[in-house]
């Protein structure tokens, strides 16, 4: 699993501002790697909407874990304006052929 977490982090940079003590601790069963589209996708709306993006499997399997294992457990969430909840809609739009969907953090990263 930390192998897997590893690639996770070069994949997507922001994940290397979290220590590695929270981490190496999360179960990454529920993310999506980004690759191709995906990973173009994802770091063009990061660019539009000026906060992280994290990529996750829209019909990934049901995580009956810890909670603390859970990325949201840790990084505060941003409250979108209309404009960006649409913007946000249309790339889910985009990605949800592929399985994909999206969850936005603020930025500058906010541990809670």
């Known amino acids: 699993m930390k192998e897997l977490l590893v690639e996770f982090r070069k994949a997507i940079p922001f994940l290397e501002q979290i220590s590695d003590e ?3 601790k ?8 980004p690759e191709g589209e995906v990973k173009k996708l994802r770091e063009e709306l990061q660019e539009k909407l000026g906060h992280y993006v994290m990529t996750y499997k829209s019909e990934g399997e049901k995580f009956d874990g810890d909670f ?4 949201c457990a ?3 969430s941003v409250k979108l304006t209309k404009g960006q909840k649409r913007l946000l809609g249309k790339y889910e739009g985009k990605l949800k052929p592929l399985d994909v969907s ?4 603020q930025k500058p ?3 809670i």
């Open 22 to 24: 929270i981490f190496f």
């Open 74 to 76: 840790h990084l505060k």
């Open 26 to 33: 999360l179960d990454p069963s529920s993310f999506h790697l």
């Open 102 to 105: 999206l969850c936005i953090y």
């Open 68 to 71: 603390d294992t859970h990325l």
């Open 109 to 111: 990263l906010e541990l």
